[in-house]
């Protein structure tokens, strides 16, 4: 009896929301944060991924697929492939399987998704972006940020609570992000300039991608993400493309994926097949 209570209060607390969702996210983001300033560091990211060059088997002309990844785990792990009645009961009576746990999760699942592609040296490598400071690698996490929140958008308030989610995993690892960098004073206006710099990106690529204004997406990545070097024309439309390309994928994407967190963008999912 005692055994199986000690089993219940570790199911129990599975359910609080900062070790389920927030928590996961974190240690991802910890895992898979480099120095990017450190070339030893950057060899060791990538054996976080493959052996293989960089980018192999990743064709930008591919036909679009559907993005859904068995991202999360089963909800206990207990050598059984469900939990017993008793730990479903206990679960549930915890709140673990309530809307609001189940968001949480799935914004933790997405920002995993990020985090384990713009913070990936082989990424930087492959579209030539400078791995050598902390704004390049913020645009590459504002850029997949937006990717997901676009594909949230058709999903009703629902996939509005999860956006606001996903998008608080961003700011709390972000500060966390900006803190491990050095900054010690002034975070809060760090962050605010930061923040400002994702809506502003956003904005661009969302009116570059409807054709609201003279600025084309491409010319947006060269503005955000290159910021503005000469001779990074065609590597922002090779950038372009792969944006496309993973648009496209994701509305391939069943919402029930999305909206439970289990994506995984095509780079990822092509340098692991390598292994």
């Excluded at 913020?138 to 606001?164: D, F, N, V």
């Excluded at 300039?193 to 969302?206: I, V």
Aim: proline share 3%; aromatic share 8%.
């Amino acid at each position: 009896m005692l055994r199986q209570t000690k089993k219940i209060i570790s199911l129990l607390q599975l359910c609080d929301k900062h070790h389920e969702a927030f928590s996961i996210s974190l240690r991802t983001a910890e895992a898979l944060r480099l120095d990017l300033q450190s070339p030893a560091a950057i060899a060791t990211g990538q054996s976080l991924f493959s052996t293989q060059a960089a980018g192999s088997n990743f064709n930008l002309a591919a036909t679009p697929q559907s993005l859904a990844y068995p991202r999360l785990p089963m909800p206990v792990s207990t050598g059984k492939e469900k939990p017993s009645l008793v730990q479903s009961v206990m679960l549930r009576l915890g709140g673990y399987y309530s809307k609001e746990s189940r968001l949480m999760r799935a914004a933790g699942g997405l920002y995993d998704s990020v985090t384990e592609i713009a913070i990936n040296p082989r990424f930087f490598k492959l579209f030539e972006i400078p791995a050598g400071d902390f704004q390049h690698q913020h645009a590459a996490l504002c850029l997949h940020m937006w990717l997901l929140l676009t594909r949230l958008r058709p999903e009703g308030t629902e996939g509005k609570e999860l956006a606001q989610l996903f998008y608080d995993n961003f700011q709390d690892d972000l500060e966390m992000r900006v803190r491990s960098a050095g900054v010690k004073v002034k975070v809060r206006g760090q962050l605010a300039e930061l923040e400002k710099q994702f809506y502003g990106s956003c904005m661009a690529y969302d009116k570059a991608l409807k054709k609201e204004g003279t600025e084309t997406l491409d010319m947006a990545l060269l503005r955000n993400v290159y910021q503005g070097a000469d001779g990074k024309e065609a590597v922002a439309s090779k950038l372009e493309r792969y944006l496309q390309r993973e648009l496209a994928c994701l509305s391939k994407t069943d919402s029930s994926a999305v909206m439970s967190g289990n994506v995984r963008f095509s780079f990822a999912s092509s340098v692991v097949e390598d292994n």
